[in-house]
């Protein structure tokens, strides 16, 4: 079944450091792949997101490029910091689905 | 404005009680869903409503009886709950039907976060 594999954590980094979480998917048909954060006590917030193949999606300095032939969708940050402390969740959707498919989340915690 | 809104915040309920939590959302949007998270883990999907219908119910216990009264609204009557049931409760909504890259992006409220004592 269609499905969403990320890197487990926790992931613990220093401030300024390059971030790389991992993230890929199975899926039947062409999904719309997203990144969702989650900070300490709150909901999901939709981070960045990429609908087709190359797409490159990117919010707050975070960027994820849509890669068909690796089935992938990594999320990247040049220099992360404190503020960035939370747990990522990639997911998946596909056309004309509303069932949202999460991985397991990734705890990222940055030390100043 | 894509802000989805839920109250309570935080709800503690005895096995015995009946309570409901809500969900609000003026963007427009005409499928909203339920979400439950245990501590460490993503979010499962619960029920879906589109157009006022509920068109995905994922074999849940009938202790959780969704409503959506109008288009704008959902809600989660909770009766006679376990301590298992003791999570966060996500709403979320997203536009429906027709083609578009926004189409599927699901917006999330806060939560309520649920204690069944």
């Known amino acids: 079944g269609d499905s969403v594999t990320q890197m487990e954590g926790p992931v613990t980094l220093s401030e300024e450091a390059f971030l790389t979480i991992n993230c890929t998917y199975t899926?039947?048909?062409?999904?719309?792949l997203f990144w969702y954060v989650q900070y300490p006590g709150e909901g999901l917030q939709l981070l960045l997101k990429a609908t087709k193949a190359d797409d490159k999606g990117s919010n707050k300095g975070f960027e994820a490029t849509y890669r068909k032939e690796t089935t992938s969708f990594h999320l990247e940050k040049g220099s992360v910091q404190v503020s960035d402390s939370a747990v990522y969740f990639c997911?998946?959707?596909?056309?004309?689905?509303?069932?949202?498919?999460f991985g397991a989340g990734t705890r990222l915690t940055v030390k100043p | 404005d894509t802000e989805v809104t839920q109250t309570p915040k935080h709800l503690v309920m005895g096995m015995t009680n009946k309570k409901s939590l809500k969900c609000e959302q003026h963007m427009g949007h005409r499928a909203m869903y339920w979400y439950k998270q245990k501590a460490k883990k993503p979010p499962e999907l619960m029920f879906v409503y589109s157009y006022e219908k509920l068109s995905i119910n994922e074999s849940v216990p009938s202790r959780f009886s969704p409503e959506c009264p109008n288009s704008s609204l959902l809600n989660l009557h909770l009766h006679a709950l376990q301590p298992e049931d003791s999570a966060l409760y996500l709403c979320?909504?997203?536009?429906?039907?027709?083609?578009?890259?926004?189409?599927?992006?699901?917006?999330f409220g806060p939560g309520t976060r649920l204690l069944v004592l």
């Open positions: 979320a909504s997203s536009q429906e039907g027709g083609s578009g890259d926004l189409q599927e992006t699901q917006y």
């Open positions: 899926a039947t048909g062409y999904p719309s």
């Open positions: 997911a998946l959707i596909l056309d004309n689905n509303n069932d949202m498919r």
